[in-house]
C-alpha cells in the first residue's frame, strides 16, 4: 500500500525567508503527487500537483515542488514566505489509473515569525 | 472555479442519536465524491467513496453501518452518523472529484466538526 510521511511536523520561519517542505513517498510505480494547504475554516486548497513531465512544477501563491524518483520525494518550496502562508500543509499520493483515493501525509504546520 | 460546500459547518449531539452531514458541488457535477475524517493535529483519513446512483464503498475499518453515505444526485453526496457515541467526535471532510483520468482533482469542503456528548 502507498504511503506518504511528512517528517517535520512542525516549522518556524520568518517573513521573508526561503521555506522547504519535505514530503517522502512509497508507493510501487509512479504516483500522481500533490500539495495541499489546509486554512482554519477553509477547505483544503491544491497548491500544486505533479502527474508526469516536467519534475518542477509550479502552483499557486509562489510555491513550487520537484519531484525526485531516485529519493522519492516530493518537496515544496517557496523562495519568500508570507506571515499569510502560516498553516497545515499535506501532501498525498494518488494511485496511476482508477480509484482516485488519496493518501495523505499527517501535514506540517508552518509558523510564520513576523 | 470549484466550490464544495459541507453543512452544517459544526454540530453537537447527544449520544445515541442520529446526524446527517450534506457535502455539495456548487457549480459542477461530481459522480463521484469523497468522505475523509480528521483527527486533532493528524491527517486526512479516507472513510469512503461515495459514487452517484450506486452504494459507496467503504475503507477498511469503517463501519458502513455506523456511516452511511448516499450520493442521490451529481451534486449532493450526504453522510449520516448513526447512534453516534463520543467516540465519533471529529472534523469530517468531503471532497468532490472533478475530471478524469490525469486531469481529475479532488475540491475540499471546508469541513463539518461533530461533537458527540
Known amino acids: 500500500a502507498q504511503s506518504v510521511t511528512q517528517p517535520d511536523i512542525h516549522i518556524t520561519v520568518s517573513e521573508g525567508a526561503s521555506l522547504e517542505l519535505r514530503c517522502n513517498y512509497s508507493?510501487?510505480?509512479?504516483?500522481?503527487l500533490f500539495w495541499y494547504v489546509q486554512s482554519p475554516g477553509q477547505g483544503l486548497q491544491l497548491l500544486l500537483k505533479y502527474f508526469s513531465g516536467d519534475t518542477l512544477v509550479q502552483g499557486i501563491k509562489g510555491f513550487e515542488a520537484e519531484f525526485k524518483r531516485s529519493q522519492s520525494s516530493f518537496n515544496l518550496r517557496k523562495p519568500s514566505v508570507h506571515w499569510s502562508d502560516a498553516a497545515e500543509y499535506f501532501c498525498?499520493?494518488?494511485?496511476?489509473?482508477?480509484?482516485?483515493?488519496?493518501?495523505f501525509g499527517t501535514g506540517t504546520q508552518l509558523k510564520v515569525e513576523l | 472555479g470549484a466550490v464544495v460546500s459541507q453543512h452544517p459547518s459544526w454540530v453537537i449531539c447527544k449520544s445515541g442519536t442520529s446526524v446527517k452531514i450534506e457535502c455539495r458541488s456548487l457549480d459542477f457535477q461530481a459522480t463521484t465524491m469523497f468522505w475523509y475524517r480528521q483527527f486533532p493535529k493528524q491527517s486526512l483519513m479516507l472513510m469512503a467513496t461515495?459514487?452517484?446512483?450506486?452504494?459507496?464503498?467503504?475503507e477498511q475499518g469503517v463501519e458502513k453501518d455506523k456511516f452511511l453515505i448516499n450520493h442521490a444526485s451529481l451534486t449532493l453526496s450526504t453522510l449520516t452518523v448513526t447512534s453516534a457515541h463520543p467516540e465519533d467526535s471529529s472534523f469530517y471532510i468531503c471532497?468532490?472529484?472533478?475530471?478524469?483520468?490525469?486531469?481529475?482533482?479532488?475540491?475540499f469542503g471546508p469541513g463539518t466538526r461533530l461533537t458527540v456528548t
Open positions: 461515495s459514487n452517484e446512483g450506486s452504494k459507496a464503498t467503504y
Open positions: 471532497s468532490a472529484l472533478k475530471g478524469r483520468g490525469s486531469s481529475y482533482e479532488q475540491y
Open positions: 508507493y510501487g510505480a509512479t504516483p500522481y
Open positions: 498525498a499520493v494518488g494511485l496511476t489509473g482508477g480509484g482516485n483515493k488519496l493518501t
